[in-house]
Nanobody
């Protein structure tokens, strides 16, 4: 079992920035990648950005060039720096932690946080 906690959400005006954090606890040596998703009212949950244990990153087209994902392996934390925020970025942002059997005793699986709300007004 892995506990996943997101933080850093809030309400900002268009053009401003926010930084989100995702921290995982327990079985941290089993973590393969951390991925951010978001879900706006009336819409399906969508991929935002991800980073794996080797530092490889991916971004959705909608956030390319504006968002930046990074990680601190020692803290088992992933960060999402969101710049030039737009009203369409308004959503609940979720962090997903993917585990793999990288080390003896690890089990594969995905674990989700409860989400942190980001609201962008224009």
């Amino acid at each position: 079992q892995v506990n996943v906690v997101e933080s850093g959400g809030g309400s900002v005006e268009a053009g401003e920035s926010l930084s989100l954090s995702c921290t995982a606890s327990q079985y941290t040596r089993c973590i393969y990648e951390l991925t951010w998703y978001r879900q706006a009212p009336g819409k399906e949950r969508e991929f935002v950005s991800g980073i794996n244990r080797d530092g490889a990153t991916n971004y959705a087209d909608a956030v390319q060039g504006r968002f930046a994902i990074s990680q601190d392996s020692a803290k088992n934390t992933a960060y999402l720096k969101m710049n030039s925020l737009k009203s369409e970025d308004t959503a609940m942002y979720y962090c997903k932690v993917r585990l793999r059997n990288l080390v003896f005793g690890c089990r594969s699986g995905d674990y989700w946080g409860q989400g942190t709300q980001v609201t962008v007004s224009s």
